[in-house]
């Protein structure tokens, strides 16, 4: 079975301070791995994903993320927080070519002026 | 513009009713999934379905039941055995593997179910 964890439920930064949202997964078989985004009532929005190939991934809004098998972590990251950037951020896997997508418990960014 | 088109936006549920949320896509996707948001809980999936006329449980699948009689629709109907219906519900679709929407996921807007 898979599952993902996402370390700290709400997390506060300052403006134009570096975000960093904790992603661990397990997984048996190497998995894809997705960062979505999810503004108040809306639904989710694709920030950037992890298939194959390098392991560094660039998505929107400024958003990366690393994907590293020794440590099964998919951290996300942006250099310089901005307002906009306040929202819910999920982790989420599924096996390579499998079905069954699996979120963590999302995050809450809170962007501090 | 091709999309996901959760429907209502807002629905209420009178104890004992069953009810139904709609999901349709033209995205031409074959699979389809429908999750449910709790506050701290992130998603969790109910159902879904990899073809027309095939469907499997999620995890919480217990006073839920879905159809996928046409590739376009997935519909969600909450029974009155789901004691706890309040949530979120999320309907997306999955491109195919290959191409530059290699296995995306496509999500709707949501609908909020709350009871009366």
């Known amino acids: 079975a898979q599952s993902v964890t996402q370390l700290g439920s709400h997390v506060s930064v300052s403006e134009g301070a570096l975000v960093l949202l904790r992603c661990n997964y397990s997984?048996?078989?190497?998995?894809?791995l997705f960062w979505y985004v999810q503004y108040p009532n809306q639904g989710l929005q694709l920030l950037l994903k992890y298939t194959t190939g390098a392991t560094l991934v660039k998505g929107i809004n400024g958003f990366e993320a690393e994907f590293k098998k020794s440590e099964t972590s998919f951290h996300l990251t942006k250099p310089s927080a901005h307002m906009s950037d306040a929202a819910e951020y999920f982790c989420a896997v599924v096996k390579a070519a499998g079905n069954k997508l699996t979120f963590g418990g999302g995050t809450r960014v809170l962007v501090k002026p | 513009d091709g999309g996901i088109t959760q429907s209502p936006k807002y629905l209420f549920r009178k104890e004992g009713q069953n009810v139904t949320l709609s999901c349709e896509q033209n995205l031409n996707h074959d699979a389809m999934y429908w999750y449910r948001q709790d506050p701290g809980q992130g998603l969790r999936l109910i159902y879904y379905?990899?073809?027309?006329?095939?469907?499997q449980k999620g995890d919480i699948a217990e006073g839920y039941s879905v159809s996928r009689e046409k590739k376009e629709s997935f519909p969600l109907t909450v029974t009155s055995a789901q004691k706890n219906p309040t949530a979120f519900y999320l309907c997306?679709?999955?491109?195919?593997?290959?191409?530059?929407?290699?296995?995306?996921?496509?999500f709707g807007s949501g609908t909020q179910l709350s009871v009366l």
């Open positions: 379905s990899q073809i027309v006329n095939d469907f």
């Open positions: 997306a679709s999955r491109s195919p593997p290959g191409g530059e929407d290699n296995e995306k996921l496509f």
């Open positions: 997984s048996s078989v190497p998995p894809y």
